[in-house]
Every structure is written in C-alpha cells, then in structure tokens.
Nanobody, 129 residues
C-alpha cells in the first residue's frame, strides 16, 4: 500500500515563500514519477509540476514557471515543491501524486492527473494580498 503524506502548507503573504514536502512509503520511491496538483475553491484540480523518476527532468505549468521548483530526495523518499513569489491566485489545496514507471521510462514526466495512481490527502496553501 502506497502512502503519500504532504506537509508544509500554511498562510503566507503575497510575495512570500513556502516549501511543500511529500513523504512516500510502501514502495521503492525511485520507481515513482511524482507530481504536484492543486485545486482552488470552485475550480477543477490542475497540474502544477512534475518530476521524472530519475529526477533528471521536470515540467511546470505556465502559471508557476520561474516561481516554483520541484525536486526529489530519493534517500528520504520525499518530493518537494519550493514556491517563491507567491500570489493570491496560488491559494489552493495542493496534492502530491505518484505513479510507478518502468526504468525504461525514467525520463518520462506524467502531466495528466489520470496518469497518476496514488494521491496524498492534500495541504492547504493560502496566500493573502
């Protein structure tokens, strides 16, 4: 059973920073491609960022490019989302997601939520203006 536990959310002023963490357990972390998604009130869940199982490749939504950075530490079974220059429109529940990929897909980056098999419970990020 794979478990994903997010942490690091909170309330921050516009222009501030937060770092989200997602700790994984239940399977070899290095076999996962990892992603972050978010859902604002009244809106559908949307892609934020993802990183390949190798960690060599990453991809970002246009809305966060240049402000957010996804990274992973396979020794700690953890993926991070560093969020800088936060804006009120970044306010949402942020979800961590994982999918097991074969080694032949080590550089593949899943971008659609339908590609992910495992999800965390979410962590709230609120950015005040």
């Amino acid at each position: 059973q794979v478990q994903l536990v997010e942490s690091g959310g909170g309330l921050v002023q516009a222009g501030g920073s937060l770092r989200l963490s997602c700790a994984a357990s239940g399977r070899t972390f290095s076999s996962f491609a990892m992603g972050w998604f978010r859902q604002a009130p009244g809106k559908e869940r949307e892609f934020v960022a993802a990183i390949s199982r190798s960690g060599a490749s990453s991809y970002y939504a246009d809305s966060v490019k240049g402000r957010f950075t996804i990274s992973r530490d396979n020794a700690k079974n953890t993926v991070y989302l560093q969020m800088n220059s936060l804006k009120p429109e970044d306010t949402a529940v942020y979800y961590c997601a994982a999918v097991t990929l074969d080694w032949s897909l080590s550089s593949y980056i899943p971008k659609s939520e339908t590609e992910y098999d495992y999800w965390g419970q979410g962590t709230q990020v609120t950015v005040s203006s």
